[in-house]
């Protein structure tokens, strides 16, 4: 991967705090945008780009080059990343 995944995560959910703790762990290197703690607009633009691919927009989502993960799944994560 050229470019550094994007972690999309709302800073008070326990799901997001888990996969960043994991993340954080492993020592994967991930840019973070928590989507609470942005300006409306731009949370609104990051909400209508990740619904063209999901429909239902709901976090943690980690957005990378051709990949798309919706939710916590560390087991996912772990196969996709392979870390």
Known sequence: MNKKPILYAISTCPRCIRVR???DEV?????LVEIDLIPRDERQAIINNL?????????????AEDVLL??????????????
Do not use: T
């Not at 619904?51 to 957005?63: G, Y």
């Open 21 to 23: 703790k994991f993340l």
């Open 27 to 31: 020592g994967f290197q991930y840019d």
């Open 51 to 63: 619904r063209k691919f999901h429909p239902v927009v709901s976090f943690p989502v980690i957005e």
């Open 70 to 83: 919706v939710g916590a799944n560390i087991d996912e994560i772990k196969q996709v990343f392979g870390v």
